[in-house]
């Protein structure tokens, strides 16, 4: 799978790429919205391999690195290429 840009299709807020200049991690297209919760968004692309193995019933496993820190929440969705993420405020 693979982070794609435009992570908002269409005019929205300005995407930054995260660890662009950091050899040890894969550059990380994203979008930080400005509202209370500030919610960073990101998109990603199945490869047709494996689409084809969740459509068998394969998993889609989220690791999130905390640096012992709390974990922040996630939210996962399934959007078209041309949609919009729904914004979860809480």
Request: hydrophobic fraction near 40%.
């Given at each position: 799978?693979?982070?794609?840009?435009?992570?908002?299709?269409?005019?929205?807020?300005?995407?930054?790429?995260?660890?662009?200049?950091?050899?040890?991690?894969?550059?990380?297209?994203?979008?930080?919205?400005?509202?209370?919760?500030?919610?960073?968004?990101?998109?990603?692309r199945f490869t047709?391999?494996?689409?084809?193995?969740?459509?068998?019933?394969?998993?889609?496993?989220?690791?999130?690195?905390?640096?012992?820190?709390?974990?922040?929440?996630?939210?996962?969705?399934?959007?078209?290429q041309d949609e919009?993420?729904?914004?979860?405020?809480?």
């Amino acid at each position: 799978m693979d982070a794609i840009s435009p992570v908002m299709p269409g005019s929205g807020p300005i995407e930054i790429v995260l660890g662009k200049d950091q050899p040890e991690y894969i550059p990380l297209p994203a979008v930080f919205l400005d509202t209370p919760t500030c919610p960073m968004i990101s998109r990603w692309r199945f490869t047709e391999e494996e689409r084809l193995q969740i459509a068998a019933g394969a998993d889609v496993v989220l690791t999130q690195l905390t640096f012992r820190t709390p974990f922040r929440p996630v939210h996962l969705q399934v959007v078209g290429q041309d949609e919009m993420p729904e914004l979860i405020e809480g």
